[in-house]
């Protein structure tokens, strides 16, 4: 099954927010940035009640001002940045090893009320194992952010 969510609007944040809500067993994000607290909080939610999550993202954009990265890594989420001069630019996500999510959506705020994105939920687990193997390899390249805390 493919379903695709378009922004502005709450459509792609709702989409997000439900996958997170509705994961069962594990969640791995790699995401450019995490900004808006909705999405942060639904993770904590899923952390705390026992789902594994991991989380990789740029190390460009982990100290912005706004970033949820250090919120979620002191809620003991493992997290990961990538130390590259480029960009990890990647927005992706894998539920439960069988449903990915991708696009352009960044996790802010200004992605829901204002940019022009998408996000396409594709529930497909040949899909979801090239995600897989794409997210293992730039974990095992990346840094804990512990060691840049």
């Not at 695709?4 to 792609?12: D, E, I, R």
Request: aromatic share 10%; hydrophobic share 40%.
């Amino acid at each position: 099954m493919i379903e695709a969510y378009f922004s502005p609007g709450p459509n792609c944040l709702n989409h997000i927010l439900d996958l997170i809500r509705k994961a069962s067993t594990n969640i791995d994000i790699c995401v450019f940035t995490i900004s808006d607290d909705r999405i942060r909080n639904v993770l904590v939610d899923a952390w705390n009640r026992g789902l594994e999550i991991r989380i990789l993202t740029d190390n460009f954009k982990v100290y912005d001002e706004g970033s949820d990265i250090e919120f979620l890594f002191d809620n003991g989420i493992p997290v990961k940045v990538d130390n590259t001069e480029n960009h990890m630019h990647h927005k992706f996500m894998i539920v439960d090893d069988e449903i990915v999510l991708t696009g352009s959506y960044n996790w802010t705020r200004s992605a829901e009320k204002y940019n022009q994105e998408n996000v396409v939920s594709i529930r497909n687990v040949t899909a979801a194992k090239q995600f897989i193997s794409e997210f293992e390899h730039l974990w095992d390249s990346c840094p804990d952010f512990s060691l840049n805390h």
